[in-house]
């Protein structure tokens, strides 16, 4: 049987209480959101927080909305609520894309959108459909918030910016016109992790491409992202040959690990073709079909 070790538990009422409890516990106190990562791996014991702080009744944490010109969504935001949300879909299809690919409905209904990118798994779905949108996360600490890019957040496979007494409370994603991001998947069976996946986000200046996003995960993409990629698109021509050479400059600039899931050649391939496909259909999505 799998038992966590002894932990002390705590539920916070607020924002505020949720801070204190993490200065008054220190380093090895932990936020619970969803559970779905932390609860499995306290059962294995590779995670032993002291004290687990319970952020499942602050309810001002739940929210998707967009105000002044941003998608804001609350860390407590559940992967169900963001499959549903139609502001979600309406600007930012990708993320409808990726939740409809994420594990199950078991875990959609609980799981957190924060929890997520907190976990800082190499292989999370959301971590590489943020990074496409440039999305930037807000994280509270006892002096206050502070802004970072997503492509700043994750440290490392499990680590992130987020220091001890700090907690994520929103990710924000400016909305830009002219633009269309899809996400392309592969996984071996329904509800897996996925072996490779991509994201794509394009913004189109006429039928050129004037700034694009693309995040990666599972294929081992320094921080889910292609820079390179990125630069070369910029600029370039919306053609399926400018699409097919990003393919390549993303897959050549990973560094996927054979493991379980499948060996590194062919999760180069996938980086390579899933770049392409989610680009071709964010061009769509961008021209409006
Ligand atoms: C069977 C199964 C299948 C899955 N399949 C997929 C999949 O296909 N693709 C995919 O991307 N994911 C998948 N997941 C992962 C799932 O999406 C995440 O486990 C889950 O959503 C994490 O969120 P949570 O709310 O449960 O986080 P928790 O388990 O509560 O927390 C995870 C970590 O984040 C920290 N944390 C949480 N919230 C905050 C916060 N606000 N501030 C600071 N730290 C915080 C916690 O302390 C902990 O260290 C799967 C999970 C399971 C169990």
Redesign the pocket.
């Known amino acids: 049987m799998q038992v966590p070790a002894h932990v002390e538990y705590e539920r916070a009422s607020s924002v505020a209480h949720a801070l204190s409890l993490l200065a008054r516990y220190g380093p090895e106190a ?11 791996m306290m059962k294995l014991r590779l ?1 032993q927080p002291e004290t687990l702080i319970d ?1 499942n009744g602050l309810s001002e944490l739940s929210y998707i909305e967009m105000t002044g010109g941003e998608l804001r969504i609350g ?2 935001t559940r ?1 169900a609520q963001l499959l549903d949300s139609a502001a979600a879909g309406e600007h930012f299809p990708i993320l409808h894309d990726a939740e409809k ?4 409905p078991v ?1 959609r209904n ?3 959108v ?3 990118l ?2 800082a ?1 190499p ?4 971590s590489a459909a943020f990074a496409a949108l440039k999305a930037s996360m807000v994280i509270c600490g006892p002096d206050g918030s502070r802004t970072v890019s997503a492509r700043e957040f994750h440290t490392g496979p499990y680590e992130t910016v ?1 220091a001890a007494g700090e ?3 929103e990710i924000r994603i400016p909305a830009r016109p002219g633009g269309g991001s899809a996400y392309e998947k592969v ?1 071996r069976r329904v ?4 072996v490779g996946a991509a994201g794509a986000a394009i913004w189109l200046d006429g039928d050129v491409v004037a700034d694009a996003g693309i995040g990666l995960t599972a294929v081992g993409a320094h921080q889910f992202a292609a820079p390179e990629a990125e630069e070369f698109l910029r600029g370039a021509p919306a053609t399926e040959e400018s699409f097919a050479r990003a393919g390549e400059i993303a897959a050549e600039h990973c560094r996927p690990a054979s493991d379980q899931r499948g060996p590194a050649d062919y999760k180069r391939h996938l980086a390579h073709e899933l770049t392409a496909r989610a680009l071709r259909r964010a061009l769509r999505r961008a021209r409006g079909g």
């Open positions: 932990r936020i619970l959101a969803g559970g779905h990562s932390l609860i499995p995670a952020i860390t407590l992967h690919v994420i594990a199950d875990v609980w799981g957190t924060g929890g997520s907190c976990q798994d292989s999370e779905d959301l987020i907690m994520l409370t996984g509800g897996d992790w996925p």
